[in-house]
């Protein structure tokens, strides 16, 4: 093993401890941290955050990627080290233009933002974030100038997320699904509706933790490498791959949605812990292809977990930890988790018209970006879209425009791989089925492990070693495309309400 190779992977340990330290601040800004604590973080935040900078931008670490670039130095790399080393580079020739100045700017900007997008959701005033969100979207901006100067703007950002990915390729899949969507929805909408009624009633919050270990567990979750806590929103942290974190939102009025948000984090959380061991927290453990890690997500959350197979094994326990659920039949709570409603919040949201809430924030977003429309019309054009899609208005702005988090932290153009990951979703749905047979048996002979496994293979043990297309390619053998997800919605509610 070479000297400079020895020293690469010395830099890329200490920036995993940076990393590390940074997402434990972050996860305790965002869990446990007092009101009074905020200040103090945020200024540890930054102190990371630019250490980190400073050492990723670092000319020592130029050096040393061009050395190892050179063919003599990358011929004795493995395949492993060569993609760490080629993705290192990328990443930094772009981090190298941005200015100290201008970075440490957007973390300060994102530290308060995000902390303004709480107020401003529990007091329901958009008028506390839209400052905030100005910044935001102007720090992108010049980020982007620096990073991306020689691409459009909102494809830099989906880029960022999705590798390889762009609006050109995203309005197509994306026009694909909503034409074949929309008249769906019409139909079932004006189908009759299962009764809820057993629904509407208090939950115990403890009792609900108690599912979500059940859930946890039953999918796979490795509980000697991860653990959970509470947020406002749901999200998993990917410390180390031997401590991933997944958080929930637990409400007294609804229990059925915190089971869907252990089920949908614990599936991020499971790709994770079974990337393959030997890339560890090198450039290729993890996944930071959105779209991909989103459809592992949602294919447990909503390929597997809104079948009902999939609770026949464990709907007796859930009873037990759930007493509220005692007089609820396994055929009652399959209705309620597959009715289609339309509804103002995105998380809440069924498999079917969820689709629509991300067209709506992707159209958002390009106006934004594309059309300038100012902050202070946004939350007009969230409403006229709800209207046009689902044909509901927000009553005010924390069921509307100030839901999602996502915008607080400048994460523009991570929204579409929710529904990118869906499209794959019903692509992989049908390439599992092809090598294992349907998945309903499976699912209700409790052999929820054979799924996993299959995943793992085809797709959590790669890690980042793949982008999205080549993904497809290789579980799929075809590009993106929505229609085996319209079939899996048109054969599932055709049945569910007899359409």
């Given at each position: 093993m070479s000297a400079k190779?020895?020293?690469?992977?010395?830099?890329?340990?200490?920036?995993?401890?940076?990393?590390?330290?940074?997402?434990?601040?972050?996860?305790?800004m965002r869990t446990i941290m007092p009101d009074g604590g905020f200040d103090a973080h945020s200024d540890a935040m930054d102190y990371i955050e630019t250490e980190s900078f400073r050492l990723s931008t670092s000319d020592e670490l130029y050096k040393l990627l061009q050395d190892l670039s050179e063919p003599g130095e990358w011929d004795q790399l493995d395949d492993m080290w060569k993609f760490n080393v080629k993705t290192m580079r990328e990443e930094q020739e772009r981090r190298r233009r941005i200015p100290e100045e201008v970075f440490r700017r957007a973390v300060a900007i994102?530290?308060?933002?995000?902390?303004?997008?709480?107020?401003?959701?529990?007091?329901?005033?958009?008028?506390?974030?839209?400052?905030?969100?100005?910044?935001q979207i102007e720090i992108t901006k010049e980020i982007k100038s620096y990073t991306h100067p020689d691409m459009e703007i909102y494809d830099s950002l989906l880029d960022d997320y999705e590798k390889g990915m762009d609006s050109a390729t995203v309005d197509r899949i994306f026009s694909e699904l909503r034409d074949g969507l929309i008249p769906l929805v019409h139909e079932i909408l004006a189908a009759k509706q299962p009764d809820d009624s057993k629904f509407n009633r208090k939950y115990d919050i403890e009792a609900e933790k108690k599912v979500q270990k059940l859930l946890l567990t039953y999918i796979g979750f490795d509980w000697s490498r991860g653990t959970t806590a509470e947020s406002e929103h749901p999200f998993t942290l990917d410390l180390v791959p031997t401590d991933v974190r997944v958080t929930n939102h637990f409400r007294e009025d609804n229990a059925i949605d915190p089971m869907f948000s252990a089920i949908h984090e614990g599936g991020h959380a499971i790709f994770e812990q079974n990337v393959d061991p030997r890339y560890g927290a090198t450039p290729a453990g993890g996944c930071d292809y959105l779209g991909i890690h989103e459809s592992q997500s949602r294919f447990l959350e909503n390929i597997l977990g809104r079948n009902i197979n999939f609770w026949k094994p464990i709907y007796a326990d859930v009873q037990k930890l759930q007493p509220e659920f005692a007089d609820v039949s396994l055929e009652e709570f399959a209705a309620e988790i597959n009715h289609v409603r339309a509804s103002m919040i995105r998380t809440a949201a069924d498999e079917v018209t969820y689709c629509l809430h991300v067209i709506l924030r992707y159209e958002v977003e390009k106006a934004i970006f594309r059309e300038g429309v100012p902050v202070s019309e946004l939350p007009a054009l969230w409403n006229r879209k709800m209207e046009e899609?689902?044909?509901i208005v927000p009553a005010n702005d924390a069921e509307g425009i100030l839901q999602d988090m996502h915008w607080s932290d400048g994460s523009f153009g991570y929204f579409p791989t929710y529904l990118l990951g869906s499209i794959y979703d019903g692509m992989f749905l049908e390439a599992m089925e092809a090598d294992l047979g349907p998945i309903d048996p499976i699912l209700a002979e409790g052999r929820?492990?054979?799924?996993r496994a299959w995943?793992?293979?085809?797709?959590?043990?790669?890690?980042?070693?793949?982008?999205?297309?080549?993904?497809?390619?290789?579980?799929?053998?075809?590009?993106?495309?929505?229609?085996?997800?319209?079939?899996?919605?048109?054969?599932?509610?055709?049945?569910?309400?007899h359409l």
């Open positions: 190779l020895d020293r690469l992977k010395e830099i890329d340990a200490q920036l995993t401890k940076f990393s590390t330290i940074s997402e434990l601040l972050y996860w305790d994102s530290t308060a933002s995000e902390r303004a997008w709480e107020e401003a959701k529990e007091a329901s005033d958009f008028s506390i974030f839209a400052p905030h969100l100005e910044k899609y689902l044909g929820i492990g054979e799924i995943l793992t293979d085809k797709i959590h043990r790669h890690g980042n070693t793949r982008r999205p297309k080549e993904v497809l390619a290789a579980v799929c053998g075809r590009e993106a495309t929505a229609e085996p997800l319209l079939r899996y919605f048109r054969k599932k509610y055709s049945e569910y309400y």
